[in-house]
């Protein structure tokens, strides 16, 4: 059974919203924090956000520039990526991940578990 699925990308126009979901197994989110990565064609995977264990507390890329929100359930053991106002320049796939520290969870190194990937396109 894969430890993080997510779910919810699509093909949007600019401007439009759309919202993913990571359904996560309750070994994986509990005490966790969680986020989100994106990697465009040709780039590296980016951080775009993340939100610690009790959900009080988020952090974002620059490039998110209030348009993205992060959110857990933690009794549904989901984590979501609210996106308003869409670029062309955010069409990724974006990854679910989990990992023990929230002050690390911009090393991609100290990750431990990720989703399968949702792609995201956004038509200009």
């Known amino acids: 059974q894969a430890q993080l699925e997510d779910s919810g990308g699509g093909l949007v126009q600019a401007g439009g919203s759309l919202r993913l979901s990571c359904a996560a197994s309750a070994r994986t989110f509990s005490s966790n924090a969680m986020g989100w990565y994106r990697q465009a064609p040709g780039k590296e995977r980016e951080f775009v956000a993340a939100?610690?264990?009790?959900?009080?507390?988020?952090i974002y890329a620059g490039f998110v520039e209030g348009r993205f929100t992060i959110s857990r359930d933690n009794a549904k053991t989901t984590v979501y990526l609210q996106m308003n106002s869409l670029k062309p320049e955010d069409t990724a796939v974006y990854y679910c991940?989990?990992?023990?520290?929230?002050?690390?969870?911009?090393?991609?190194?100290?990750?431990?578990?990720w989703g399968q990937g949702t792609l995201v396109t956004v038509s200009s």
């Open positions: 939100i610690n264990w009790s959900g009080d507390t988020s």
């Open positions: 991940a989990a990992g023990p520290k929230f002050s690390n969870f911009q090393d991609r190194l100290t990750l431990s578990a």
